[in-house]
C-alpha cells in the first residue's frame, strides 16, 4: 500500500472487497467489474420489464383503440418507443436501487460488530 500526500493509493473495493488503485474506483467505490457487471444485470431484467410494458400497451391498443390499418405503423412505432424508454427507465431504476444499496455507508462495520 502505498501513501501520497496523506492519501492511500490503493483501495479496496465496496462492492467485492478487491484492492484496486483509488484513480480506478468510482465516487462510491466501486471497481469497473462491479460496475459493468450491475450494469449488464440491470440491462437484461430492463428489457424483460420494457417487452412486458410494450405488450400491455399492445393489448390495449388492440381491445380499446381498435386502430384502422392505415395507422398500424405510427402505433407499432409509438409501442417500440414505449418499449425502448420504459427499458431504459427500469435499467436506470434498478442500477441506482443496487447502488443505494450497497454503499459504502450502508456497508460500514460498527466496533461492537467486528469480531478478531
Request: proline share 2%; with cysteine.
Amino acid at each position: 500500500m502505498k501513501w501520497r500526500l496523506g492519501e492511500v493509493d490503493e483501495v479496496s473495493c465496496s462492492r467485492c472487497g478487491q484492492l484496486n488503485d483509488h484513480n480506478d474506483l468510482d465516487r462510491i467505490l466501486w471497481c469497473k467489474e462491479c460496475v459493468d457487471s450491475v450494469l449488464s444485470w440491470a440491462k437484461a431484467r430492463s428489457w424483460v420489464v420494457g417487452v412486458c410494458i410494450g405488450m400491455v400497451l399492445c393489448f390495449w391498443i388492440w381491445i380499446v383503440v381498435k386502430p384502422s390499418n392505415m395507422l398500424i405503423g405510427g402505433w407499432a412505432g409509438t409501442v417500440l418507443a414505449a418499449i425502448y424508454v420504459s427499458a431504459r427507465v427500469t435499467r436506470e431504476v434498478l442500477y441506482g436501487a443496487i447502488r443505494m444499496k450497497t454503499s459504502p455507508e450502508s456497508q460500514v462495520v460498527s466496533s461492537d460488530e467486528e469480531s478478531y
